[in-house]
């Protein structure tokens, strides 16, 4: 699961930091504020790189809407959840498996939020790739496809796959994680030229090696009316990581 997402860096760090990685500038139509915590509920703007169009940057409503939910996205919305897309199964879901044969993206981040349990208690973790350059962390991107309206609005999801060891014990009762991918595969992934056994390959083995670290954060994160995009929603509760 990865339903909340953080986006701190301005566009021009964020341009500069693709630029060894998947060179891409932002759509001039692109409405990009940075942002602390972004609930996925709230179906808002992800920043995503699309397969035909690798060198530009779009926004993108969080959550997939497939052709033939087109005609109400509401009504899908009510009955379906597409912020997440398990890898496993995404070239058997109807939802999914034309993005996941055709329009296939990747998903700008600097961090994202997941729940621990303790003692039954859910307690929301802040988690980010640490940095020598950036106090906030690296950017990375997340695995993810895209669908695109009949009124041009694109809209999105987030894959995930099993938890290894470290997000394991962070997410420690779903145990899943969202797919970061290694910038050895941005380019595989956007290829229109490879096979759906390419595509589960990549899923399989294309996790980012870097290092990731993982806090804890005020339980505001999980109050209704409490305005949480704000610097403080990272910030750890304790000194020290546990993670």
Request: with cysteine; hydrophobic share 35%; aromatic share 14%.
């Given at each position: 699961?990865?339903?909340?997402?953080?986006?701190?860096?301005?566009?021009?760090?964020?341009?500069?930091?693709?630029?060894?990685?998947?060179?891409?500038?932002?759509?001039?139509?692109?409405?990009?504020?940075?942002?602390?915590?972004?609930?996925?509920?709230?179906?808002?703007?992800?920043?995503?790189?699309?397969?035909?169009?690798?060198?530009?940057?779009?926004?993108?409503?969080?959550?997939?809407?497939?052709?033939?939910?087109?005609?109400?996205?509401?009504?899908?919305?009510?009955k379906?959840?597409?912020l997440?897309?398990?890898?496993?199964?995404?070239?058997?879901?109807?939802?999914?498996?034309?993005?996941?044969?055709?329009?296939?993206?990747?998903?700008?981040?600097?961090?994202?939020?997941?729940?621990?349990?303790?003692?039954?208690?859910?307690?929301?973790?802040?988690?980010?790739?640490?940095?020598?350059?950036?106090?906030?962390g690296?950017?990375?991107?997340?695995?993810?496809?895209?669908?695109?309206?009949?009124?041009g609005?694109?809209?999105?999801?987030?894959?995930?796959?099993?938890?290894?060891?470290?997000?394991?014990?962070?997410?420690?009762?779903?145990?899943?994680?969202?797919?970061?991918?290694?910038?050895?595969?941005?380019?595989?992934?956007?290829?229109?030229?490879?096979?759906?056994?390419?595509?589960?390959?990549?899923?399989?083995?294309?996790?980012?090696?870097?290092?990731?670290?993982?806090?804890?954060?005020?339980?505001?994160?999980?109050?209704k009316?409490?305005?949480?995009?704000?610097?403080?929603?990272?910030?750890?509760?304790?000194?020290?990581t546990?993670?």
């Amino acid at each position: 699961m990865c339903y909340s997402t953080a986006l701190r860096k301005q566009k021009e760090q964020i341009e500069q930091e693709l630029l060894n990685q998947i060179p891409a500038t932002f759509s001039a139509t692109t409405n990009y504020n940075p942002y602390y915590h972004l609930n996925g509920f709230t179906y808002g703007d992800l920043q995503i790189i699309k397969m035909d169009e690798e060198h530009t940057i779009y926004s993108a409503k969080w959550g997939l809407i497939p052709d033939w939910a087109a005609h109400n996205p509401e009504i899908f919305r009510k009955k379906s959840n597409t912020l997440n897309a398990r890898s496993e199964s995404i070239f058997e879901k109807a939802s999914y498996k034309e993005s996941a044969e055709n329009k296939r993206c990747l998903i700008l981040a600097d961090g994202f939020f997941e729940p621990h349990h303790e003692n039954g208690q859910a307690i929301p973790h802040f988690c980010y790739q640490p940095s020598e350059k950036y106090s906030e962390g690296n950017m990375f991107l997340f695995a993810g496809l895209y669908n695109e309206m009949e009124d041009g609005t694109l809209t999105t999801t987030i894959l995930t796959t099993d938890a290894n060891p470290f997000f394991a014990e962070v997410h420690n009762k779903k145990k899943r994680m969202p797919l970061i991918l290694d910038e050895h595969y941005f380019e595989d992934w956007l290829d229109d030229g490879i096979t759906d056994q390419e595509v589960n390959e990549i899923m399989a083995i294309g996790f980012t090696k870097n290092e990731f670290k993982a806090h804890p954060v005020s339980r505001d994160f999980y109050k209704k009316g409490v305005d949480t995009n704000k610097p403080y929603i990272i910030e750890a509760v304790q000194k020290n990581t546990l993670f």
